[in-house]
């Protein structure tokens, strides 16, 4: 299932610099990545973005999305990172 309500089976967990949170879907997902996201102009930040928006529009699959995430919240873990040290 596709589309704006759409759930992931687990969350995913993201550590940021304003704290942990729990991500259900790709809208929120989505959410998260447009507010204080720590690698926006990162290579996979736009590729979740993008898989994100598709599967809120129904083209992309939500699996899609999630991998996608899950590989700009790494990416985002490694620049918060480097900021801190």
């Given amino acids: 299932m596709s589309g704006p309500n759409a ?3 687990e969350p995913v967990e993201i550590a940021l610099p304003n704290g942990s949170h729990k991500v259900s ?3 929120e997902a989505l959410a998260h990545m447009m507010e204080n996201w720590p690698a926006s102009q990162g290579l996979d930040f ?3 973005r993008s898989a994100c928006r598709g599967a809120i529009a ?8 999630r991998v996608a995430f899950e590989a700009a919240a790494a990416e985002a873990r490694k620049q918060f990172d480097l900021r801190r040290h």
């Fill in 58 to 65: 129904g083209y992309k699959t939500i699996d899609e999305a």
């Fill in 25 to 27: 879907g790709p809208f």
């Fill in 46 to 48: 736009v590729r979740a």
């Fill in 7 to 9: 759930r992931w089976k």
